[in-house]
């Protein structure tokens, strides 16, 4: 498949469980390129139901991946030099991901501790407070889908008991690891992951599946500091970057 310069190529990012799926695609929905990078230390689990990966590792594999199929990009331009191809340009990059992770961030943006993945269990204590100081019609009432021990609140609260100094320290909290990805890559500069040659020279729109506000990932006009978790917004958009935006 050849790209369409009218669309350009949208650079689709999924930050999975085990993995980092990411791949480019024309305005028809034809595959340009593909990549996957599995993280180096995988799912790192605990006796009691401690379930946690490494951020900094969906950021590295995130940047390998988009960087490969930025690679792939070049090559295709370069061979279809002089056959009349119309040259491919990155104009959007889509995320996805795992979700329900707790992700405590510095005020640059950078991960305090392991993430704490949605399928952790160690909460459970916390949970059955949660229950038993609300109820269960109150509870079902305000949360109206609490998940127990994998719920944010009762991880929020097992921090709290625990590891209240980190909790103190952070100036963030991160949701989802596309949220992650997405924050670090508006905050550490798109020039500076995709490759020069497969870039737009229009401005990059990043999207996302869910809406920045639920996480208070990024809002209107936030300067890099404030999107690692200090603002957040009702609007469904806002500026992300020097050049970027952002739309859920």
Same mark, same amino acid.
């Given at each position: 498949a050849s790209g369409d310069a009218s669309g350009g190529v949208v650079l689709?990012?999924?930050?999975?469980?085990?993995?980092?799926?990411?791949?480019?695609?024309?305005a028809r929905g034809g595959l340009l390129a593909a990549s996957a990078r599995r993280y180096p230390s995988g799912t790192i689990c605990g006796p009691n139901g401690e379930v946690e990966q490494v951020p900094r590792e969906w950021?590295?594999?995130?940047?390998? !991946?988009?960087?490969?199929?930025?690679?792939? =990009?070049?090559?295709?331009? #370069?061979? %279809?030099?002089?056959?009349?191809?119309?040259?491919?340009?990155?104009?959007?990059?889509?995320f996805s991901g795992q979700m329900q992770d707790l992700v405590l961030v510095d005020e640059r943006g950078e991960a305090l501790r392991n993430a704490i993945l949605y399928s952790d269990t160690r909460a459970r204590a916390q949970a059955a407070y949660i229950v038993d100081t609300m109820g269960e019609e109150a509870l079902a009432?305000?949360?109206?889908?609490?998940?127990?021990?994998?719920?944010?609140?009762?991880?929020?609260?097992w921090l709290h008991e625990h590891e209240p100094q980190l909790l103190r320290a952070a100036r963030g909290?991160?949701?989802?690891?596309?949220?992650?990805? !997405?924050?670090?890559?508006?905050?550490?500069? =798109?020039?500076?992951?995709? #490759?020069? %040659?497969?870039?737009?020279?229009?401005?990059?729109?990043l999207v996302d599946r869910t809406t920045a506000s639920?996480?208070?990932l990024l809002a209107p006009r936030c300067d890099a500091a404030a999107a690692a978790g200090d603002c957040a917004s009702d609007d469904a958009s806002g500026?992300?970057?020097?050049?970027a935006r952002w739309s859920a």
């Open positions: 689709a990012v999924d930050v999975g469980t085990t993995a980092v799926k990411a791949c480019a695609v024309d950021w590295e594999c995130s940047v390998g !991946a988009m960087q490969e199929c930025c690679a792939q =990009l070049q090559q295709q331009q #370069a061979e %279809a030099q002089g056959v009349g191809e119309r040259s491919h340009q990155v104009c959007a990059i889509s009432r305000e949360a109206s889908n609490f998940k127990g021990a994998t719920a944010i609140l009762a991880k929020w609260l909290m991160f949701l989802s690891a596309h949220h992650y990805v !997405a924050c670090a890559l508006v905050s550490r500069g =798109l020039e500076a992951t995709l #490759a020069p %040659a497969a870039a737009a020279p229009a401005p990059l729109t639920t996480t208070g500026e992300a970057a020097a050049g």
